[in-house]
C-alpha cells in the first residue's frame, strides 16, 4: 500500500493520537465493549417487540387484565412498552439523581454496570426456563440499560477529556464504538440460532465486564485532568438536589434546547420503529427470523456509521466545529422523509431507517457530546443524563401514541409528519449552536458549583 495513501494516512493518524493521549485507548475499549455487548442484544429485543406470540412477550395476568376490559394486548405492544419505560425512567431518574449526589464516581460507575451484570444473569435464567412475560421484562431492561449505560459513558468521558481533545477524539472513540455495534450483530447472528437466545446474555455480560476494568483505569486520567484544570473533583461526591438535572434544563436555554433536538430526533426515529416493526411481523413468522433481520440492519446501519466516522467525522468537528456534525443530519432525514412521503416502500422504510440512525451515531452524538466537555459536573451527569433518559423516553411515549392515531391513515400521513418533525429538530440544532456560541471558553468552567455557569 503506498505509503501516502488516505487509509495509512489516516491510519497514522490515530496511532498519533494513541501516542498523544494513553487514555483513549482504554476509552476506545470501553466504548467498544459497551456497544457489543448491547448489539449482541438488542435484536434479541427486536424481536421480542416484533413478535406476534403475545404470550412470550407479557405475562399472561396482563393479558388476562385487559381482555377482561375487552382491549387485546397484542394491538398495543409498542404503545404499552414505551409507556411503561417513561415511567421507569420517572422512577429512575431520582434514584440515579441520589447515586450520582451522594457518591464518589469510583462508587457509581462500577454500581451501575454491576447491577446490569447481575441482571443479565436473571435473564438468562427467565429464558433459558420459558418464563412467560420475559419478552416485556427484557425490553424493558435493555432499554433502560442502553440510555442510561451510554450516557453515563459520554459524561465520564468528558471527565477524561478537554473540548479540544474531545473535537480530535471523539470521532475515533466514536468509531471503536461502532466496530463493537458491528460485532454484536455478527456474533447474533453467527450464534443465535445455533446456542439459542439464552446464551447471548452470558456472551454481554462478559463485555460489560471489561467495561467496569476500563472504567478504573479511566478513572486516572480523570483525576488528573481535574486537578490541572482546577475543576471539582470527581472523587468526591457532587452533591446537590436530586432533580437539579431537570432543573436545570428548565433553566438554561442551552438544555433546553438540546433536550428539543434530541426529543425530535427520537419522533424521527419512533416514527421510522414503528413502521420498520409491522413490516417485520408481517414478513417474518419465528422470533429467531425476526432477530436475523434486524440484526442485518444493524450491519447496514454500523457499516455506514464506521464509514462516515472514518472518513469525516473528526475532520468536521476539528476544523469547522460541531456545526456541520449537527445539521447535515438534519438535511439528510428531511430528504429521506420527503421520498417516504410521496413512495412508502419496504425497502425506502429500511434504507431511510438505516441513514437516520448512522447520521446520529457518527455525527450528531458525537457532536452534542463534546459540549458536555465545556460545562461543570452537574451539567454532565444530571443534566446530560435527565435529557438522555427521562426526555428521551417522553419524547418516545408521545411519538409512539401519534404514530398509532397517524397510522390509521397510511404510511403517507405518518412520514408527511414525519417530515415536519425533522425540519422542527433541524430548526432546534441551529438554536442549540447559537445557545453553545455564548459558552464560556473551556478554562473559564473552574470549580464553582456547576449550577452557577451560565450557558
Keep these: 500500500m503506498d505509503p501516502s495513501s488516505p487509509a495509512t494516512t489516516r491510519l497514522g493518524r490515530f496511532r498519533a493520537a494513541l501516542s498523544e493521549s494513553p487514555p483513549l485507548l482504554w476509552a476506545f475499549v470501553y466504548f467498544f465493549c459497551l456497544l457489543s455487548g448491547y448489539y449482541v442484544l438488542r435484536p434479541v429485543r427486536e424481536a421480542m417487540a416484533a413478535s406476534s406470540d403475545i404470550e412470550a412477550v407479557f405475562p399472561p395476568a396482563l393479558i388476562a387484565f385487559f381482555a377482561d376490559r375487552g382491549i387485546a394486548l397484542g394491538e398495543f405492544t409498542l404503545q404499552f412498552i414505551f409507556s411503561a419505560v417513561f415511567l421507569i425512567m420517572l422512577v429512575l431518574q431520582p434514584v440515579y ?22 441482571t443479565l444473569l436473571a435473564f438468562y435464567a427467565m429464558f433459558d426456563s420459558g418464563i412467560a412475560g420475559r419478552g ?15 450516557a453515563v459513558f459520554w459524561s465520564f468521558m468528558a471527565d477524561v477529556f478537554t473540548n479540544v481533545e ?61 486537578a490541572e484544570r482546577r475543576q471539582a473533583s470527581g472523587e468526591i461526591p457532587m452533591g446537590g438536589e436530586v432533580l437539579a438535572g431537570l432543573k436545570l434544563i428548565v ?25 420498520q416493526n409491522a413490516i417485520a411481523r408481517t414478513m417474518f413468522a419465528s422470533a429467531e427470523a425476526r432477530a436475523d433481520y434486524f440484526a442485518t440492519l444493524d450491519l447496514a446501519v454500523n457499516s455506514l456509521t464506521l464509514v462516515v466516522q472514518l472518513l469525516l467525522t473528526r475532520t468536521l468537528l476539528s476544523r469547522f466545529g460541531i456545526a456541520p456534525a449537527l445539521l447535515i443530519p438534519g438535511a439528510a432525514i428531511i430528504l429521506g422523509f420527503s421520498i417516504l412521503s410521496a413512495s412508502p416502500l419496504p425497502m425506502m422504510v429500511a434504507i431511510v431507517q438505516v441513514v437516520t440512525r448512522a447520521s446520529e451515531f457518527s455525527l450528531a452524538k458525537p457532536a452534542r457530546e463534546t459540549i458536555y466537555t465545556r460545562v461543570g459536573r452537574e451539567w454532565r451527569y444530571k443534566a ?22 397517524l397510522s390509521a391513515f397510511g404510511s403517507n400521513v405518518v412520514f408527511g409528519a414525519g417530515l415536519l418533525v425533522a425540519s422542527a429538530m433541524t430548526f432546534s440544532a441551529w438554536r442549540l449552536l447559537r445557545e453553545e456560541a455564548k459558552l464560556p ?10 449550577a452557577a455557569t451560565k450557558a
Design 97 to 118: 439523581g441520589w447515586l450520582v449526589s451522594r457518591f464518589p464516581r469510583r462508587v457509581f460507575l462500577p454500581v451501575i454496570y454491576g447491577f446490569f451484570i447481575a
Design 136 to 150: 416485556l421484562a427484557f425490553i424493558l431492561w435493555i432499554t433502560v440499560f442502553n440510555l442510561f449505560a451510554v
Design 166 to 226: 474531545a473535537r480530535r477524539y471523539y470521532g475515533y472513540i466514536g468509531a471503536a464504538g461502532t466496530m463493537g455495534a458491528f460485532l454484536g450483530p455478527a456474533l447474533t447472528k453467527a450464534l443465535v440460532v445455533r446456542v439459542g437466545i439464552p446464551n447471548m446474555m452470558l456472551v454481554s455480560a462478559f463485555l460489560f465486564s471489561v467495561c467496569v476494568l476500563c472504567i478504573f483505569r479511566l478513572r486516572t486520567w480523570a483525576v488528573a485532568r481535574e
Design 251 to 275: 433553566r438554561e436555554p442551552l438544555l433546553r434546547w438540546l433536550a428539543v433536538m434530541v426529543v425530535m430526533g427520537v419522533g424521527v426515529g419512533t416514527l421510522l420503529y414503528n413502521e
Design 384 to 405: 446530560g443524563a435527565a435529557i438522555d433518559t427521562v426526555i428521551y423516553r417522553g419524547g418516545d411515549l408521545s411519538f409512539v401514541w401519534l404514530h398509532k392515531l
Design 441 to 450: 471558553s473551556e478554562r473559564a468552567v473552574a470549580a464553582t458549583p456547576p
